[in-house]
């Protein structure tokens, strides 16, 4: 019996003790799992609302001008919103989770789930590229317009000086935010991949 330790041993005790906060650390990753599902569930179907409504926006401004080169351009911004749609969809959606499956497993579904969530902020500008077509081919003769008038009356560019603050404003808030959300996402898979690999097998 010289092979099996006592149950005093410090080495037994401090690898039961490991093992216990591994199994309940998985137990809880189980639930945050589940919660972090819901969650993306109801961000999903909001943005596949908010699509849509762009689209039906999108479908009557389509009945109501006549303009060839808006119409071409309002078919492509459709197309791309669709698709951006259906991708989003399917890269955001998450897993089914077994009700009765082992808690390595929903530790790993967690970890994949949240894989998904860092690659798609980490791919935002690629995901969005569908739409850059089509709203080229709207803006063109609107911003050719407003190059002629500018050469006309310079001081017709202050009208754009609002706009221009606004969209800095957001950049400043919406790279720092994403950088953020990226690591933090980046900081709970390296630790669950330690988790993971601490659990004894």
């Not at 590229?129 to 609107?142: E, K, N, Q, R, Y």
Request: glycine share 4%; with cysteine.
């Amino acid at each position: 019996m010289r092979n099996n330790p006592p149950n005093n041993d410090p080495q037994t005790i401090w690898q039961n003790q490991i093992t216990e906060t591994v199994n309940m650390s998985a137990t809880q990753f189980m639930e945050k799992a589940e919660k972090r599902r819901a969650r993306a569930r109801w961000l999903v179907i909001a943005h596949d609302l908010t699509y849509i409504a762009f689209l039906v926006l999108l479908g009557f401004e389509y009945m109501r001008n006549a303009d060839i080169t808006w119409r071409i351009g309002s078919v492509l911004l459709a197309v791309g919103a669709l698709y951006v749609t259906y991708r989003g969809h399917r890269y955001q959606w998450p897993e089914s989770l077994s009700s009765d499956g082992p808690p390595a497993a929903g530790l790993e579904v967690y970890r994949r789930e949240l894989l998904r969530s860092r690659d798609y902020a980490r791919n935002i500008w690629p995901m969005l590229g569908p739409l850059i077509p089509g709203c080229i081919v709207i803006a063109f003769p609107a911003l050719i317009q407003i190059a002629r008038a500018a050469v006309a009356n310079p001081a017709i560019l202050i009208n754009a000086v609002p706009f221009c603050v606004l969209f800095a404003v957001w950049l400043a808030i919406f790279i720092p935010v994403r950088r953020r959300r990226i690591l933090k996402l980046q900081g709970e898979i390296e630790m669950l991949n330690r988790l993971a690999g601490s659990t004894p097998h």
